[in-house]
């Protein structure tokens, strides 16, 4: 069946949503990334133990813990078009204040803050960009959200080898962050409600104009499809079919994130302990980032060629093989060592893209946002220890045995996909987020419209 707003081509509107939501995630790439070049002025400077490095590496994780949840919530049940512009506000006051602190207590603390701030705006930006998409352009352009993190991260390592030139040049890499917080803020402003959560509110006379204002002033609520089903709270996340989504993206997610992160965060630290140090450890975190970007990219482009389900799996094997061979061969040549961070950067963009992708489409509307960032809070827990550990990983293990380690999560959530990834190719928002042998939903009869006229 063709639905007028599913099957809606697209339009500018969609592409300037698109870059508006994906400015969190380059924000987010931002912070965590530069925190890594600051590392290197900031641990002389405060005599930092690999304790306290740790610490302010994992923060804005732990943040993010908290900010996704709690911001996943406050969106599903105060909508998403405030928060959307309220949240990323503190992000620049705590980004500018870090400039000022002079031990390492506060830099934690403001880190916390950053990341709270960050972890909210992703639930808010995805659920609105899924709600309004088309279903044909959708996976690609919740994909494409996530290449923004690597966009961020890149240019962080670009602006922290230029300020590590400064005396206390740590100091303007970490305020530098408020800069394209505050210009995202700017451009988000007079963003519309998702018409689909304000149906679910009971708030159709809005929900019909911003349709119009989007679609086309022959749309009405009667083209809205209508999501079948009892009212689902936050509750069922954790139980019945909805339980068992919310494991399996929770589980692929930490999976795919924990080595990621913690190569960012201490990606020259890496580098320098497989003998690629000096200037040519940050000259290869860029570039390992800009692989990762592309790695991004091509997932975009094959996520509704290639399937959802396959597509995660091949991500997970293949890049998991990376790590194991980085961690099996510590000692190889330069050109080995680089090859096979490429490699990893390369094949894991499968994984990231998903982050996004399943958690949008596996749940319902009055439960998008809080899902997806229950499953961002929960899999930053993986990620804020692996990141807390890789410092002491490196002292006491060594970098052989901490690659191996990132290899055997990265295929311990290839065999978690391999059991539970459905696919949701070419479905629409009803139907994806339909438990299996549950109604999929159908477009509102005539009496929905004429319930504002």
């Not at 149906?199 to 809205?224: I, N, S, W």
Request: glycine share 10%.
């Amino acid at each position: 069946m063709s639905h007028i707003v599913d099957d809606a081509p697209l339009s500018s509107f969609h592409k300037k949503l698109a870059l508006y939501s994906s400015g969190g995630p380059f924000v987010d790439g931002y912070i965590l990334s530069i925190v890594g070049v600051a590392m290197i002025q900031i641990t002389p400077q405060f005599n930092l133990s690999p304790s306290e490095q740790g610490m302010i590496g994992a923060a804005a994780l732990v943040g993010i813990f908290f900010g996704a949840f709690l911001g996943g919530w406050l969106t599903d049940k105060f909508g998403r078009h405030l928060l959307f512009t309220v949240d990323l506000i503190a992000l620049v006051a705590c980004s500018v204040a870090q400039a000022f602190v002079n031990d390492p207590f506060w830099l934690i603390i403001l880190r916390l803050l950053i990341g709270f701030a960050v972890g909210a705006d992703y639930p808010i930006a995805t659920s609105l960009l899924a709600e309004f998409t088309p279903k044909r352009w959708r996976g690609p352009m919740l994909g494409a959200f996530v290449t923004m993190w690597f966009v961020g991260a890149a240019v962080a390592y670009i602006v922290g080898q230029f300020l590590l030139t400064f005396e206390n040049g740590w100091r303007w890499m970490l305020a530098s962050s408020a800069i394209p917080a505050l210009i995202i803020v700017l451009l988000r402003i007079g963003t519309p409600e998702s018409p689909r959560w304000l149906v679910k509110v009971g708030r159709l006379e809005e929900a019909a104009q911003v349709l119009k204002r989007v679609y086309g002033p022959e749309v009405t609520l009667a083209d809205l499809p209508e999501e079948a089903g009892s009212k689902v709270g936050v509750g069922e996340l954790l139980k019945s079919g909805y339980g068992k989504r919310m494991a399996f993206i929770t589980i692929f997610w930490t999976c795919s994130i924990v080595p990621l992160f913690a190569v960012y965060a201490f990606g020259p630290a890496i580098l320098g302990a497989l003998k690629l140090g000096g200037d040519l450890a940050h000259i290869g975190s860029a570039a390992i980032t800009v692989m990762f970007l592309l790695g991004c990219l091509v997932a975009v482009f094959l996520v509704n060629k290639m399937g959802r389900r396959p597509l995660i799996i091949h991500s997970f094997l293949w890049s998991g093989l990376a790590l194991l061979a980085l961690g099996l061969f510590p000692e190889a040549d330069t050109w080995i060592i680089m090859s096979l961070f490429a490699a990893y950067a390369l094949l894991i963009g499968g994984t990231q893209i998903m982050q996004w992708v399943y958690p949008n489409e596996l749940f319902p509307t009055e439960v998008r946002g809080s899902a997806v960032g229950l499953a961002s809070s929960l899999s930053r827990i993986g990620a804020a220890t692996g990141t807390y550990l890789v410092p002491i990983a490196l002292t006491t293990l060594g970098i052989g045995t901490t690659m191996i380690i990132a290899g055997i999560v990265t295929l311990i959530g290839m065999a978690v996909s391999m059991a539970w990834a459905p696919e949701t190719r070419g479905m629409t928002l009803t139907e994806a987020a339909a438990l299996p042998g549950k109604p999929k939903g159908k477009v509102r009869g005539k009496a929905a419209a004429r319930a504002i006229a």
